[in-house]
């Protein structure tokens, strides 16, 4: 079972463009959740993390839009440039388990042209 | 600089081999992870450990062995009863106390390839 879905599979994006991913969780005890940015042949490094409190978390041009009630939160890159081609990894926790663990989405591919 | 490093960053298989990938950690971290990262699979966890001696196994297991006995050393063997272990293997750690960014730090990765 998913517990976290993530769309679309892969995107192309002109640069200056908006790039938007789109993830949808199951599990209500959900309460972190974070993306990451993936070059090819690299670990996937930590970009941006929202709690539930929150709707909105800006840093730079990266944007995470979360809506509680609908169980969905989003990545938003405003004037996306051909250095942000890379893969894209939402994920979720809920840290008052009895362990941390993160769910990964199946990632998401962005090319920005140039 | 702290961070995790993973070796060797290249490793070739010969079928019915067993080969262990290396992963050691400076940052203190609690935590431990193994995850397999195929093409339009994402990343599925093998195994993690959250203290020292002890380790649990993921959704991908079959095939795995793992041994924590160092809070810095988390290595991973591949064994042969792994019959399609090509893949890129990527090991992370975190803490489990910690402010909103406290995340993963993940390595840089091991590409297994079975010759």
């Known amino acids: 079972q998913q517990q976290v879905k993530q769309s679309p599979q892969s995107l192309i994006v002109q640069k200056g463009g908006i790039s938007i991913i789109n993830c949808a969780y199951e599990n209500t005890a959900f309460d972190y959740f974070p993306w990451y940015q993936q070059f090819p042949g690299k670990g996937p490094a930590l970009l941006i993390a929202?709690?539930?409190?929150?709707s909105e978390k800006k840093e730079g041009r990266f944007t995470i839009s979360f809506n509680k009630s609908a169980k969905q939160f989003s990545l938003h890159i405003m004037d996306s440039q051909p250095g942000d081609s890379a893969t894209y990894f939402c994920?979720?926790?809920?840290?008052?388990?009895?362990?941390?663990?993160?769910?990964f989405g199946k990632g998401t591919l962005l090319t920005v042209n140039p | 600089d702290g961070g995790i490093t993973q070796s060797p960053k290249y490793l070739f298989r010969k079928e019915g081999q067993n080969v262990t990938l290396s992963c050691e950690q400076n940052?203190?971290?609690?935590?431990m992870y193994w995850y397999r990262q195929d093409p339009g699979q994402g990343l599925r966890l093998i195994y993690y450990s959250q203290i020292v001696n002890d380790f649990q196994k993921g959704d991908i297991a079959e095939g795995y062995s793992v041994s924590r006995e160092k809070k810095e050393s988390f290595p991973l063997t591949v064994t042969s009863a792994q019959k399609n272990p090509t893949a890129f293997y990527l090991c992370a750690s975190s803490n489990r106390e910690g402010s909103l960014n406290y995340g993963y730090t993940f390595g840089s990765g091991t590409r297994l390839t079975v010759v």
């Open positions: 929202i709690r539930p409190d929150v």
């Open positions: 940052l203190n971290h609690d935590a």
């Open positions: 994920a979720a926790s809920a840290s008052g388990g009895s362990n941390y663990k993160l769910t």
